[in-house]
C-alpha cells in the first residue's frame, strides 16, 4: 500500500466549509482513481496550531503516481481558495504488516 502525504493550512473560519468541498467535489474524484482506497483528513484540535495533514491511501505507487501527475493539479485548483499556504506533497510506503487490523478493515 501506498500513501500521499500532504501537510498545508488552511484560511482562518473556513475550516467546515473546506471540509464540504473535499466531502462534495474532491472525494468523489478521488474514488473515480484507479487504486484510490481511502483518504485521512486530520485538522488541528486548538490554536495556535494552523497545519493540517491529509494520508490519501493508494493500491500501488503507480495509482498514486498517476493521480498526482494528471489529476492532483486540478483537485489544487479546487482546495486553493481555503489555503493560507502552499501543500507539501510527500510520496510513502505503508509497511502494511505493522497495521494488519487496519489493512483488514479497508479490504472488507
Not at 501537510?7 to 468523489?28: C, R, S, T, Y
Not at 486540478?74 to 502552499?86: G, N
Request: charged share 25%.
Amino acid at each position: 500500500m501506498f500513501a500521499g502525504f500532504l501537510q498545508f493550512e488552511v484560511k482562518p473560519d473556513v475550516q467546515k466549509e473546506f471540509i464540504k468541498v473535499i466531502k462534495n467535489k474532491v472525494l468523489p474524484i478521488l474514488r473515480e482513481q484507479p487504486g484510490f482506497l481511502e483518504i485521512l483528513p486530520f485538522f488541528p484540535e486548538k490554536s495556535p496550531e494552523k497545519t493540517a495533514f491529509n494520508i490519501s491511501l493508494w493500491t500501488t505507487p503507480a495509482n498514486a503516481e498517476r493521480y498526482a501527475r494528471e489529476t492532483y493539479p486540478k483537485v489544487l485548483e479546487i482546495v486553493r481558495p481555503f489555503l493560507a499556504t502552499p501543500v507539501t506533497v510527500k510520496f510513502l510506503t505503508l509497511e502494511t504488516t505493522l497495521c494488519e487490523r487496519f489493512v483488514d478493515s479497508l479490504a472488507a
